[in-house]
């Protein structure tokens, strides 16, 4: 079996071990691969496995050998899976390894913008406080998050932790998802409600046709004034302009991004300068437990696969 790994840096920039899927076979693993270079690299691979390079349909139409191809992440927007279907591949992701590490980053984005921890103590080492005439001082308010209502869009299993945490600070929980269970002990409502009575709204949904800039500049005049905006899916999720203009004008109070549209985002993203935009660089799933995880599922996908017994596929092959 051989198998070619396009953009193996950012799982593995040393701290984790590859050993466990060199031991499935000729493994080739490139820490970047450019659109140009994928169709020569995956031209004689049997298992393609990607991060965040694209598989688009003309390149899975000239892939002759592919017979596997797996996404080292839990979303799979990059590669189109009807092409690969077309072609009987397989696509399987890891959808667990991101849970605990994700919705931690999700509560530190929010604990940023209510606390605004990490500027205070910038504040602190540039000399301000030791200047200040009184023993503590504060820029801007500081929120409490007891008695809050945190609206979580997409409820997953990321997305029910982020909610067990926020219920933990005292919060008040509602819950919207494309199909509402028939039990829950939270409380499912309609899109249109959770916009307008919460005070923080974090997106924990997959990028789709259908979910693609569903936070525009009409979904954002419902928030509150006062409300924020925490996403750490996907960057398509948000119209960017709308979200940039709506925390220029006060329409939202703030958000705290951990994911762009483009990535790494160009320098004219209106984003980059928004008032009140805590933004991280797509580090949500980066902890080295869960990059281990990470591979880990990667290779006991490929062992299933092999075996007959295929896990985790996205896009189920008739």
């Excluded at 009807?82 to 991101?98: Q, S, W």
């Excluded at 926020?166 to 829950?184: D, N, Q, T, V, Y």
Aim: hydrophobic share 40%.
């Amino acid at each position: 079996m051989k198998i070619v790994v396009l953009d193996g840096y950012t799982t593995n920039p040393g701290d984790c071990r590859w050993d466990a899927l060199e031991a499935l076979g000729a493994c080739t693993i490139y820490e970047r691969s450019a659109p140009s270079e994928v169709q020569e690299r995956a031209r004689e691979a049997d298992v393609l496995l990607t991060n965040k390079t694209p598989l688009p349909r003309e390149i899975i139409q000239q892939l002759e050998h592919v017979r596997y191809i797996g996404v080292l992440a839990t979303g799979y927007n990059i590669v189109d899976i009807e092409a690969a279907r077309e072609r009987a591949i397989p696509v399987c992701n890891v959808p667990e390894y991101g849970t605990p590490n994700t919705a931690q980053a999700t509560v530190a984005l929010l604990l940023e913008l209510t606390n605004r921890t990490g500027h205070h103590a910038q504040t602190v080492r540039e000399g301000r406080w030791s200047r200040c005439p009184d023993f503590c001082y504060w820029d801007g308010p500081l929120t409490d998050l007891q008695g809050a209502t945190l609206g979580i869009i997409g409820f997953g299993r990321i997305g029910e932790m982020v909610a067990r945490i926020g219920r933990a600070f005292g919060m008040r929980i509602l819950a919207h998802r494309r199909s509402k269970p028939l039990e829950s002990e939270f409380e499912h409502v309609e899109l249109e409600q959770l916009l307008k009575e919460s005070d923080v709204v974090s997106l924990h949904c997959p990028l789709t046709d259908q979910t693609r800039e569903m936070i525009n500049a009409e979904r954002l005049r419902l928030m509150k004034p006062t409300a924020f905006l925490i996403n750490t899916a996907r960057g398509a999720l948000v119209q960017e302009t709308d979200l940039a203009e709506a925390l220029n004008n006060g329409v939202i109070a703030g958000a705290g991004l951990d994911v762009l549209s483009v990535e790494p985002p160009p320098e004219n993203n209106p984003l980059l300068r928004a008032k009140n935009c805590v933004i991280t660089p797509h580090i949500a799933w980066a902890t080295p437990n869960a990059r281990r995880r990470l591979i880990a599922t990667t290779v006991e996908n490929i062992q299933r696969w092999s075996e007959g017994r295929p896990q985790n596929v996205v896009n189920p092959v008739r």
